[in-house]
């Protein structure tokens, strides 16, 4: 059974640039979520995916949007990058079934440095 | 509102120690979940356990226990005999599930507990 992946595994960007995430979901899943996670700290939820529309959302602008595609791998895109978007972004994959959603198995994380 | 606070920032043990990681959580859901991850120098969170509201058994796994009383909101974790490979940030967590019956993948996590554990 494959995990969840993610790619790439670092990236450096510059303030007011474009990024985009990609992760791929753990077989037998069918709902992504992302999160950010700021240097020690807890997690932070950014949005979910299922069914290949957005499912939920946490308190992030408009410019942190994403994907899901068919195979249900999802793309995080952030625009217009700003200095404290620097972070560890984290993916978890899970199933979903009649509106509730399983336990969620986590990526290894893309980090993301704005300079 | 959701929240999860985990009082103690870093605990530093020795070997063969039992260490208690505390979880306190706060949720106007009746029906909600609660989960430990931990999350190694790699960054790589690791599913630990998920436990639901209605159920308020403890678990023991190996060395690692768990306690939830829902009388004090709390869901705390207990690593027995611990050991170097043990040492970690240890993330609490809290999913709750809303009025419809349903629940997005929303986790509430805390600021976690680094634990560091000297041979």
């Known amino acids: 059974e494959t995990g969840v992946t993610q790619s790439p595994t670092h990236l450096i960007k510059t303030r007011g640039q474009q990024v985009t995430l990609r992760c791929s979901s753990q077989s037998g899943h069918n709902t992504v979520s992302w999160y950010q996670q700021a240097l020690g700290q807890g997690p932070q939820f950014i949005f979910q995916y299922y069914r290949e529309e957005e499912n939920g959302r946490g308190n992030f602008p408009p410019r942190f949007s994403g994907l899901q595609f068919p195979n249900y791998s999802s793309e995080l895109n952030v625009n217009a990058l700003e200095l404290d978007d620097s972070a560890l972004y984290l993916c978890?994959?899970?199933?979903?079934?009649?509106?509730?959603?399983?336990?969620?198995?986590f990526g290894p994380g893309t980090r993301l440095t704005v300079l | 509102a959701q929240k999860v606070t985990q009082a103690q920032t870093e605990i530093s043990v020795v070997e063969k120690e039992d260490v208690t990681l505390d979880c306190v959580y706060e949720?106007?859901?009746?029906?909600?979940?609660l989960f430990w991850y931990k999350q190694p120098p790699s960054g790589e969170l690791v599913f630990l356990i998920r436990r639901n509201s209605f159920d308020e058994q403890n678990e023991i796994s190996g060395r690692y226990s768990w306690n939830f009383q829902k009388s004090t909101s709390s869901f705390n974790f207990t690593i027995t005999a611990s050991q170097v490979v043990d040492s970690a940030v240890y993330f609490c967590?809290?999913?709750?599930?809303?009025?419809?019956?349903?629940?997005?993948?929303?986790?509430?996590f805390g600021q976690g507990t680094i634990l560091t554990v000297h041979p």
């Open positions: 978890a994959s899970s199933f979903a079934r009649g509106g509730v959603t399983d336990t969620q198995y």
């Open positions: 949720t106007r859901d009746t029906t909600y979940y």
């Open positions: 967590a809290l999913k709750g599930i809303n009025d419809g019956g349903t629940s997005y993948g929303k986790l509430t």
